[in-house]
């Protein structure tokens, strides 16, 4: 007896994690013994004596573990050679397992939504060990991937392959790869973003563009004005130099060949620039006199036109998909005393508001003004007048 104590202290041992102790419940059997028989290996218990080993096994099974031990038919000496004692435990908790009930669990198991492939194989070999299937077992697992998995035209697929070709190896591999070329494409698509509208990306970089150059030459003709005194400007209407006075436009009651309309030549035709459209016209050059805002109102209008007033700068976008956005609304103090709120338009050419508004403005003087398109129609004005608009602390002569 001392030998053998002095044996097993000299024994080097490993740092292992004890297996928790044994619920003492038959269906946790299984568990527990694989859990045991890894410790038992790893600590090569096997040149241990019988009695550390007898022991060690009661001690990690729970204090449970020795009462149910002298329930066992087994002399003082079977009681201390751990074979005799270990297949006692064995048969009295495998005996409890119930084939039916675990062969149900078996064939109620499918693959959960989003399980791993390699999780649902592992927990079907671990029901179908208390099912004792014997030589069966690899076959039965097989059919039952081949029938409970997640992508029906795989199962389909291994259905109907030769049974005698497609082993449990074979079919899982064949699994595990779908599930892997199915990810991978996933994160393939993730990565390169789904398709998008680039027309109005395009439209929308190249107004940002050409308003950078619009306010580029607006404060070049700016410098060479405060200079020459002279703008040397182009006219929107006729093509010519750039004159103050409209009325002495050559333009001026002539009809445009593209669209029928007065006042301005064919080349310098603005039909694709109305009220209430966002569209640029291929080619043409736009007017940086005739960038206005559009403020909403009744049907009957007078008109604010307002001068060397540049569009606000528009980042490039993506667009995803066409949505319903409301309309921008600001709030503008017109003539230094009444507020209006306006709706933001970047594709108006004009400025408007209600006639109505017009006896907010006592005293002004209403000039004349050519003709006017909005959403396709001819728009009936009063005429137009000067005054000043201020938002954000920004002020404009209109």
């Not at 004159?243 to 593209?258: E, I, M, N, V």
């Not at 080619?283 to 940086?288: A, K, L, Q, S």
């Not at 319903?324 to 507020?339: A, S």
Request: glycine fraction near 6%; proline fraction near 5%; include cysteine.
């Amino acid at each position: 007896m001392p030998e053998d104590r002095e044996a097993h202290q000299q024994k080097p041992r490993r740092k292992v994690r004890e297996p928790e102790q044994f619920s003492f419940e038959a269906k946790d059997w299984p568990g527990w013994k694989r859990q045991w028989e890894l410790y038992y290996d790893l600590e090569e218990m096997e040149n241990d004596p019988e009695k550390i080993r007898v022991s060690t096994f009661l001690y990690l099974m729970g204090p449970q573990a020795s009462e149910i031990l002298s329930t066992f038919d087994l002399t003082a000496a079977d009681r201390r050679k751990y074979e005799n004692v270990f297949h006692c435990f064995d048969q009295l908790f495998s005996a409890k397992v119930n084939v039916v009930f675990e062969r149900a669990r078996f064939n109620r198991r499918v693959q959960r939504e989003r399980e791993p492939v390699e999780l649902f194989v592992m927990d079907l070999k671990q029901l179908a060990s208390t099912c004792k299937y014997g030589t069966l077992k690899d076959e039965l697992i097989r059919d039952r991937i081949i029938v409970s998995i997640g992508d029906e035209a795989l199962s389909l697929a291994l259905a109907q392959e030769d049974e005698r070709v497609l082993t449990l190896e074979k079919c899982v591999a064949r699994v595990t790869t779908a599930e892997n070329v199915l990810t991978n494409a996933t994160t393939i698509r993730e990565s390169s973003g789904p398709a998008v509208q680039v027309h109005v990306v395009k439209n929308n970089y190249q107004n940002s563009r050409k308003n950078q150059r619009h306010q580029t030459q607006t404060s070049e003709s700016k410098s060479s004005y405060s200079k020459s005194k002279q703008p040397d400007r182009q006219c929107g209407y006729c093509r010519g130099k750039w004159h103050k006075d409209k009325l002495k436009c050559p333009a001026r009651g002539q009809t445009c060949h593209s669209c029928g309309k007065l006042d301005h030549f064919g080349p310098m035709c603005r039909s694709k620039r109305k009220i209430q459209e966002l569209e640029e016209a291929d080619g043409e050059t736009e007017d940086e006199e005739n960038q206005v805002e559009e403020v909403q109102g009744p049907q009957r209008y007078s008109f604010l036109e307002v001068v060397n007033q540049p569009k606000p700068k528009v980042s490039p976008m993506i667009e995803v998909e066409e949505m319903n956005v409301p309309p921008l609304m600001l709030d503008i103090l017109v003539g230094g005393r009444v507020m209006l709120r306006h709706k933001a338009d970047l594709g108006a050419d004009v400025n408007v508001i209600g006639q109505d508004y017009l006896s907010k403005f006592p005293g002004v003087k209403l000039e004349p003004i050519g003709n006017l398109t909005g959403a396709g129609k001819h728009v009936l004005q009063v005429g137009k007048f000067q005054t000043t608009m201020e938002w954000e602390g920004r002020k404009e002569t209109t």
